[in-house]
T-cell receptor, first 112, second 116 residues
Framework: DTEVTQTPKHLVMGMTNKKSLKCEQH?????MYWYKQKAKKPPELMFV???????INESVPSRFSPECPNSSLLNLHLHALQPEDSALYLC???????????FGPGTRLTVL | AQSVTQPDIHITVSEGASLELRCNYS??????LFWYVQSPGQGLQLLLK??????LVQGIKGFEAEFKRSQSSFNLRKPSVHWSDAAEYFC??????????????FGQGTILTVHP
């Protein structure tokens, strides 16, 4: 089973809202990732967690705040987003940071 | 820093025809290479990967890819395309160490259209 689940599937929020995206895997993977994908573009890495510690932050604005409460869960907290943050947010996991990454279906985020 | 180039933005083939999608990478050490496929609005599905060993790798859905170190290439092939193969294909290179440990860098993608 190589399933990564993401909730919600769709999210519409205003610029003053606070919301969270959730990602879950039960494959025993110890690395988890957040990517942002704009329309007609490839995914761009935002954050990497390895053994529940943040190992890579690709200079992402502080209005995006990741959290890894345990080895199966990854959250992305959103606050004061801008319309240009509208995108597909993909979560992925891998056994370790150099192994194959398996992606979830994504959350389609629209910021009004 | 690593980079990936997919020279073809859009490819159109007829159903039953053969397919080759090109991928060139730039990375100082031995790369980890992947091909993913994405249908509109969906997540990415792994087609195949190369870590080491045999340079011709087989994947799902009848796809294969060949790693050529001398040409820094990892082209994806399929002998006979099906209409359901229409999607966007991404080549990606992974980093095995250093400060970018775990980083996956994607090419710009190739959109495949299949004509009946």
């Amino acid at each position: 089973d190589t399933e990564v689940t993401q909730t919600p599937k769709h999210l519409v929020m205003g610029m003053t809202n606070k919301k969270s995206l959730k990602c879950e895997q039960h494959m025993g993977h110890r690395a988890m990732y957040w990517y942002k994908q704009k329309a007609k573009k490839p995914p761009e890495l935002m954050f990497v967690y390895s053994y529940e510690k943040l190992s890579i932050n690709e200079s992402v604005p502080s209005r995006f705040s990741p959290e890894c409460p345990n080895s199966s869960l990854l959250n992305l907290h959103l606050h004061a987003l801008q319309p240009e943050d509208s995108a597909l947010y993909l979560c992925a996991s891998s056994q370790t940071a150099t192994d194959t990454q398996y992606f979830g279906p994504g959350t389609r985020l629209t910021v009004l | 820093a690593q980079s990936v180039t997919q020279p073809d933005i859009h490819i159109t083939v007829s159903e039953g025809a053969s397919l080759e999608l090109r991928c060139n990478y730039s990375y100082g050490a031995t790369p980890y290479l992947f091909w993913y496929v994405q249908s509109p609005g969906q997540g990415l599905q792994l087609l195949l990967k190369y870590f080491s060993g045999d340079t011709l790798v087989q994947g799902i859905k009848g796809f294969e890819a060949e790693f050529k170190r001398s040409q820094s290439s990892f082209n994806l092939r399929k002998p006979s395309v099906h209409w359901s193969d229409a999607a966007e294909y991404f080549c990606a290179v992974g980093v095995g160490g250093g400060t970018s440990y775990g980083k996956l860098t994607f090419g710009q993608g190739t959109i495949l259209t299949v004509h009946p």
